[in-house]
């Protein structure tokens, strides 16, 4: 949850190319994600925010109180949405290794991402649900996310589908395997795309406490 823009495994991989693809470098973060919004995407994201802000979202819960409670009453959702996260990433990782049949290249690039975007968003989904029925607190931050993802899921699945062929000119341009890079840079994707399901598990686990 707190790494940084731009920041990624991917974006390292491509180099100067991705920070070319993301704009000016004068521009903050929060100004480029503001061209990305709608006027509806803005007010259902400003709505979401305004409920995590909204007094008595902010701090932590006492042990004895009902969102405390409920949030540790299944301390075993964490670890069976852990398990999820790594079923789902185990298995497209293997769609990632060498086959003999499937070389990876451009178009090979393009069909594991069109099976990555609905398996992780499934995946997303179920554990916002879970959140949703854990805690008030985690409920608003289920509904922060569905928002987000809502305002900008469209826009970085445009700018995704623009990888493989970025990924190729930047690698040709310094030379490397073509098929072993490119599988760095689909792997580098696939931990990108995890990452708000990451943030979410691990607010959940925050949530719960040691106990778990």
Known sequence: MSRKLGTSQLAGLLGEAAAAETGPSGEDAAQRLGQWLGAFDAVSLRSALRA??????????????????????????????EQDL???????????????????????????????????????????????????????????????????????QKLLVTLPALAERRLAERGQAAEDALRQVLLAELEL????????????????????
């Open 86 to 156: 790594a079923q789902v990433r185990e298995a497209l990782a293997k769609l990632a290794a060498p086959d003999a049949d499937a070389a990876l290249d451009r178009r090979r690039h393009l069909e594991l991402q069109r099976t990555m975007e609905p398996r992780i968003g499934r995946l997303r989904d179920r554990v916002r649900q879970a959140l949703a029925k854990a805690s008030p607190r985690l409920a608003r931050l289920a509904a922060l996310d569905a928002a987000m993802e809502q305002a900008f899921s469209a826009r970085e």
């Open 193 to 212: 795309r995890l990452e708000p399901v990451r943030g979410l598990i691990e607010a959940f686990r925050n949530e719960v406490g040691p106990q778990s």
């Open 52 to 81: 995590i802000g909204s007094p008595g979202a902010a701090g932590t819960a006492s042990a004895g109180s009902p969102a405390a409670l409920a949030a540790r009453a299944d301390p075993e959702q964490v670890r069976v949405l």
